[in-house]
C-alpha cells in the first residue's frame, strides 16, 4: 500500500458545527429514525452483547470501596460505551460515549456530557469524532415522535408532559413535527425556574400552542391528554416510587410515549391496552442481564411487561414491536378508541442513524475541522 492510501483524514464537528449540519432537524431525525426502525425489523444492524441488542457496557463502582479517589456511585453517574452497526444505505458503525453525573448541573454544566466517534465499516477508520449531546437529544426524542406518527391519533390536540428538561424538548418537538394540530401542553415538573424556562421556550418555539398550562398532579398531566408522555428522572430500586399513570386518567384513544421512569395500575395492565417495545431484542437483553424485577433497576416501563411475562402474567405474544409496525408487519392504530403504550429503551443504533446523516450533511456543506489520523502508520 502506498503512502498516500494509507492516509487517514477525519472531522471534528463542535455542538455548533453539528447544529450547522442539521442535527436539530427534527422533522428529518424521525424520518430518519424510522428507516432505522424497518431495517431492524429487517434484521440489518448489530448492537453489543450476546443477542446483539445490548444498551451497551457500562462501569460501575462499589458503594464502599478502599481507593479514596474512586468515584461513588451516586444517582446518575455513568461511564458508559454504546457501540452500534447499521446496514441498508447508512453501513456505517460508531460508538457513543456516555459520561454522566448529576452533580454536573452545580458545575453549571448538563448532567450527561456526550461524545460520538462513526467509523468505516470496512477498515474501521475513523470519519467523524462528534459533539454529541444534540445527536443524542434529538434522536431520542424522535422515537416517540416515530411512535405518534403511526400510533397517535391524527388529529392529537393535547400532550400532557411529565418532566419539563431536555427529552421533553425534544419529545415535543418531534410530536409537534408529526401531529401539526396540538395546540395544547399540560406540563407538570419539580422547580419553578425549569418550569418557567421550559414555557419560555414553548412560547419562543411554538407559538401556535395556545395553551401552555402548569399543573400540580400527574393526574393533571394525563387526563384529557391525547399524547402522553413521562420524562422525568429519579432514583431506581423501588417501582412505587415511579411516576404513575392510572387506567382512570386516561382518555380512549390516548397514546403513551414513555422514555423515563413509569409505573402502572392493574387496569393499564390488562390486554386491552396495547404494550409496544422499540426493540423487543433491547429488552431481552437487559432482562437477561438483570436480577429480577428488572423493573427495580430499569425503570421503564418495558421492562415490567418483561416481568409479567417472567411471572406468567402477561404472553409473549402480547408484546408487539415498532419496528414491525414501521414495516408494516403489525398494524399501527386501528381505532380512535385504542390506547397504546410505547417503552422508549434508547438505542446506540440511533446514534449511528442520525450522526450518519448528519456528518454527510457535513461534509456536503463543507463543516468542521479536518484532522489527520496519520499520513502512514508506523506500525502496521
Known amino acids: 500500500m502506498s503512502k498516500h492510501d494509507a492516509k487517514i483524514d477525519f472531522i471534528y464537528l463542535s455542538e455548533q458545527d453539528m447544529i450547522k449540519a442539521g442535527v436539530m432537524d427534527m422533522a428529518e ?4 429514525m424510522e428507516r432505522m426502525f424497518i431495517l431492524l425489523q429487517q434484521g440489518d444492524y448489530r448492537m453489543g452483547g450476546a443477542n446483539n441488542d445490548s444498551h451497551g457496557s457500562q462501569i460501575t463502582f462499589p458503594a464502599d470501596s478502599p481507593f479514596p479517589g474512586m468515584p461513588k456511585p451516586t444517582p446518575d453517574r455513568r461511564l458508559m460505551a454504546m457501540p452500534a452497526y447499521l446496514g441498508g444505505d447508512f453501513q456505517t458503525c460508531g460508538v457513543k460515549w456516555y459520561g454522566s ?20 465499516v470496512d477498515t474501521g477508520a475513523p470519519l467523524a469524532y462528534m459533539s454529541a449531546n444534540l445527536l443524542s437529544a434529538y434522536r431520542t426524542g424522535a422515537v416517540p415522535g416515530v411512535g405518534a406518527r403511526h400510533l397517535g391519533r391524527k388529529n392529537s390536540k393535547v400532550i400532557g408532559l411529565l418532566g419539563p428538561g431536555v427529552m421533553g424538548k425534544t419529545s415535543v ?11 395544547t401542553l399540560n406540563i407538570k415538573g419539580r422547580g419553578e425556574k425549569n418550569l418557567n424556562r421550559f414555557v ?6 411554538f407559538p401556535h400552542i395556545r395553551n401552555v398550562n402548569v399543573v400540580d398532579t400527574i393526574e393533571d398531566v394525563v387526563r384529557g391528554a ?3 408522555t413521562y420524562c422525568n428522572s429519579g432514583d431506581v430500586g423501588d417501582p412505587s416510587t415511579y411516576p404513575l399513570v392510572k387506567r382512570e386518567w386516561v382518555k380512549p384513544g390516548a397514546f403513551l410515549a414513555m422514555p423515563a421512569f413509569c409505573r402502572l395500575d392493574d387496569g393499564m395492565e390488562q390486554a386491552d391496552i396495547r404494550k409496544v417495545l422499540d426493540n423487543t431484542g433491547l429488552y431481552d437483553a437487559w432482562y437477561a442481564e438483570l436480577p429480577k424485577p428488572a423493573h427495580n433497576l430499569i425503570p421503564l416501563v418495558g421492562m415490567r411487561f418483561m416481568d409479567m411475562v417472567g411471572e406468567g402474567k402477561l404472553s409473549r405474544e402480547a408484546l408487539e414491536d415498532l419496528g414491525d409496525i414501521c414495516a408494516g408487519m403489525t398494524p399501527g392504530r386501528q381505532n380512535d378508541e385504542e390506547i397504546i403504550i410505547l417503552s ?11 450522526a450518519t446523516m448528519v456528518y454527510r450533511k457535513a461534509l456536503e456543506k463543507d463543516i468542521g475541522v479536518k484532522l489527520n489520523l496519520w499520513e502512514e502508520p508506523v506500525l502496521r
Open 344 to 354: 422508549v429503551g434508547g438505542m446506540p443504533v440511533e446514534d449511528v442513524a442520525w
Open 173 to 183: 418537538t418531534a410530536f409537534m413535527s408529526t401531529c401539526p394540530e396540538i395546540d
Open 101 to 120: 453525573n448529576i452533580a454536573n448541573r452545580d458545575k453549571g454544566l448538563p448532567r450527561s456530557i456526550l461524545t460520538f466517534i462513526l467509523n468505516d
Open 226 to 228: 391525547d399524547i402522553v
Open 29 to 32: 431525525c424521525v424520518n430518519t
Open 200 to 205: 419560555e421556550w414553548v412560547n419562543e418555539v
